[in-house]
Antibody, heavy 118, light 107 residues
């Protein structure tokens, strides 16, 4: 059974940093693109970033470019999202997702809430 | 960025009825369109990818059609567990974008 478990969310002040982690199990992690998708409270979904199987390609939505960094450790079956210079508009539930093909998320974690507020 | 619009915003139906949800893209996305279901407090669940392919474990009452800019998700006979919000999503161009969602609620 595929399992994706996010951690690292919490309350942070504007301008602060957080690192999200996603522990994957139940599949060959190194064989899949992986993504982060977020959802602001009561709002729709936004694809934030994705990363190729070997980490050689990474893509970001414009709103987070230069502030967020996606990475992975295939030896630890883990996905990460380093978030710097956080803004109030980054407040959201952040989901880790496995891409069945690039850009199609077929398995999702339960999400971790990031709240940016003073 | 490709913009997706969904209609209607809310669909009020009874169990057993047929649901037809629409998604329109601001430019052609070929067949690179997916549909997701989301229930309150839960993560989205992939239903359909590449316009018409059902994801693993998705019941046959869910079907998708369309290409280019116009797409449809059909639920042939609503079950109680189908009342939820449905999002379309394109992967033709980066970034992948989602529509605003259609809420299917109980009439």
């Amino acid at each position: 059974e595929v399992q994706l478990v996010e951690s690292g969310g919490g309350l942070v002040q504007p301008g602060g940093s957080l690192r999200l982690s996603c522990a994957a199990s139940g599949f060959t992690f190194s064989s899949y693109w992986m993504s982060w998708v977020r959802q602001a409270p009561g709002k729709g979904l936004e694809w934030v970033a994705n990363i190729k199987q070997d980490g050689s390609e990474k893509y970001y939505v414009d709103s987070v470019k230069g502030r967020f960094t996606i990475s992975r450790d295939n030896a630890k079956n883990s996905l990460y999202l380093q978030m710097n210079s956080l803004r109030a508009e980054d407040t959201a539930v952040y989901y880790c997702a496995r891409d069945t093909v690039e850009g199609v998320a077929d398995d999702w974690g339960q999400g971790t809430l990031v709240t940016v507020s003073s | 960025e490709i913009v997706l619009t969904q209609s209607p915003a809310t669909l009020s139906l009874s169990p057993g009825e047929r649901a037809t949800l629409s998604c329109r893209a601001s430019q052609s996305v070929s067949s690179y369109l997916a549909w997701y279901q989301q229930k309150p407090g839960q993560a989205p669940r992939l239903l359909i990818y590449d316009a018409s392919n059902r994801a693993t474990g998705i019941p046959a009452r869910f079907s998708g059609s369309g290409s280019g800019t116009d797409f449809t998700l059909t639920i042939s006979s609503l079950e109680p567990e189908d009342f939820a919000v449905y999002y379309c999503q394109q992967r033709s161009n980066w970034p992948p974008t989602f529509g605003p969602g259609t809420k299917v609620d109980i009439k």
